[in-house]
T-cell receptor, first 112, second 110 residues
Framework: SQTIHQWPATLVQPVGSPLSLECTVEGTSNPNLYWYRQAAGRGLQLLFYSVGIGQISSEVPQNLSASRPQDRQFILSSKKLLLSDSGFYLC???????????FGSGTRLTVV | EDQVTQSPEALRLQEGESSSLNCSYTVSGLRGLFWYRQDPGKGPEFLFTLYSAGEEKEKERLKATLTKKESFLHITAPKPEDSATYLCAVQAGNDYKLSFGAGTTVTVRA
């Protein structure tokens, strides 16, 4: 069966520090991968998605970047965090058309 | 641009008091409509996929239905453990991505 791992679960970082969140999927190959951010009381905002190794699409301009160094690994990064980067970050994967997403457990990022 | 609107934003129910959540959508070429449940501090958990108007899916006290313009999530005789935020999402056209609504937060009091 397929599983998705996301870590860390919580993170408190100072403004201006770097960020690296990692997401891995097991039990499938060539998944479509997604990074979402969810602000308190708000919906899911798509940040990045990837349909293959090295293929990254950005949905909104921001202080973040994403990379896919391996087929089942998706990384969200920042060189210098801003206060506005605080939020709940979710990684997800799916097979393609007609399939829903499977989400990771999320990372609560607080920038102080 | 695909639009998904959920209502109400919040719903407070007494245990056993049945109710419905609404998800209205404006898309071209619906491929699937998805319902998720999200508990505080956790990732959304998949509930149902609906593909065509008239389709219905059930799971325990939850029943999802789909028309050409909206979907309903019916909660029958809810229990406190049904308290959560329920998210609706659509996939349409040639786009892999899901467009999510803002969610309905359901609170069931014992």
């Amino acid at each position: 069966s397929q599983t998705i791992h996301q870590w860390p679960a919580t993170l408190v970082q100072p403004v201006g520090s770097p960020l690296s969140l990692e997401c891995t999927v097991e039990g499938t190959s060539n998944p479509n991968l997604y990074w979402y951010r969810q602000a308190a009381g708000r919906g899911l905002q798509l940040l990045f998605y990837s349909v293959g190794i090295g293929q990254i699409s950005s949905e909104v301009p921001q202080n973040l970047s994403a990379s896919r160094p391996q087929d089942r690994q998706f990384i969200l990064s920042s060189k210098k965090l801003l206060l506005s980067d605080s939020g709940f970050y979710l990684c997800a994967w799916h097979r393609g058309y007609g399939y829903g997403y499977t989400f990771g457990s999320g990372t609560r990022l607080t920038v102080v | 641009e695909d639009q998904v609107t959920q209502s109400p934003e919040a719903l407070r129910l007494q245990e056993g008091e049945s109710s419905s959540l609404n998800c209205s959508y404006t898309v071209s070429g619906l491929r699937g409509l998805f319902w998720y449940r999200q508990d505080p501090g956790k990732g959304p958990e998949f509930l149902f996929t609906l593909y065509s108007a008239g389709e219905e899916k059930e799971k325990e006290r939850l029943k999802a239905t789909l028309t050409k313009k909206e979907s309903f999530l019916h909660i029958t005789a809810p229990k406190p453990e049904d308290s959560a935020t329920y998210l609706c999402a659509v996939q349409a056209g040639n786009d892999y991505k899901l467009s999510f609504g803002a969610g309905t937060t359901v609170t069931v009091r014992a």
